[in-house]
């Protein structure tokens, strides 16, 4: 067997709801795919340096609409093959029929991945249009979920919103929501950015109290530019917490401060949810890995 080979096989072996179970935290760090090969060197340099601290795992997103699928099945495959890693896949329903769903899984079958990430995705016109399902596609997370737990052995994750979908009516309709995606076979979820600890914790309750045991790990973010509160707000859908939001204002003509702020913002805030029993961190790292690091270095 060649070390690829080798490779694949061991990532293929280990579960992230079997990560998440054990003593400990799990941490978790989230890139997105490069649009050019420019990009990709700096996604790969970044890759490397996760490498070296023995994350649970990683994870490649999808591009906004679906966009760029092909490289994100590329970099994952490559980061089975090529790294001690062990990657999680995303998968979304935007502009895919269920043909096209089943060519992708298979696709991450045989790069040796085993845990992937159903989400339902933004509409292709932005979070401001309405979603509109692939004649020949799934319509929800929930389907998703079915679909790629028909197809082999994987382990199937799916996200949660502790501050609300954009679509939903109350953050107890999310918690629901979630419950159906439990009962649909998911094992474990991960949430959009949290920047107001207590939204999570609502949301890990609300779904405690309908019986699922489901584990919800916080996704996280450093701010380190000002400009980046306005991007993260039209990524959520929803405004950041105020709090985080009158700090980072406080320095905003400062980017060393800025930065500053932001890491000190997000280590407070792991450091509550990993107190509050949160099962991992998820760290968003916009493929720029240095300023998670920091955070990941603080915790330590």
Not at 159 to 181: G, Q, Y
Not at 185 to 197: C, L, N, P, S
Not at 231 to 251: H, K, S, W
Not at 267 to 278: D, I, K, N, Q
Request: aromatic fraction near 6%; include cysteine; charge should be negative.
């Amino acid at each position: 067997m060649s070390v690829a080979a080798g490779r694949q096989v061991q990532s293929a072996a280990v579960s992230i709801p079997q990560m998440l179970a054990d003593p400990g935290t799990a941490y978790s760090f989230e890139f997105f795919p490069p649009k050019d090969d420019a990009s990709e060197a700096v996604l790969w340099e970044s890759v490397r340096r996760i490498e070296q601290i023995r994350p649970s795992f990683v994870s490649v997103t999808y591009g906004a609409g679906g966009s760029t699928r092909d490289r994100t099945v590329r970099v994952t495959g490559r980061i089975a093959r090529e790294t001690t890693l062990v990657p999680m896949a995303h998968l979304t329903c935007v502009g895919s029929s269920v043909a096209e769903l089943r060519q992708v899984i298979g696709e991450y079958a045989a790069a040796g991945v085993s845990n992937v990430l159903a989400l339902r995705g933004d509409p292709q016109g932005g979070l401001d249009a309405p979603w509109v399902a692939h004649p020949e596609g799934l319509d929800h997370a929930d389907d998703l979920v079915r679909l790629v737990r028909s197809l082999g052995r994987f382990t199937v994750g799916v996200a949660a919103f502790p501050d609300k979908h954009p679509e939903s009516a109350t953050l107890e309709d999310d918690a629901e929501t979630l419950v159906r995606k439990a009962d649909a076979g998911a094992q474990f979820a991960i949430t959009q950015m949290v920047t107001d600890v207590d939204a999570y914790l609502r949301l890990r309750d609300l779904v405690a109290a309908r019986g699922r045991d489901i584990p919800i790990v916080p996704g996280l973010m450093p701010v380190t530019r000002f400009g980046q509160l306005q991007r993260m707000t039209a990524l959520n859908g929803q405004p950041l917490a105020a709090e985080v939001v009158r700090r980072i204002e406080a320095v905003q003509d400062d980017e060393a401060a800025v930065r500053a702020e932001g890491i000190a913002i997000a280590t407070e805030h792991a450091e509550r949810l990993r107190s509050e029993g949160a099962p991992g961190l998820h760290f968003i790292t916009m493929n720029r890995s240095t300023a998670t690091l920091e955070v990941f270095a603080n915790l330590r």
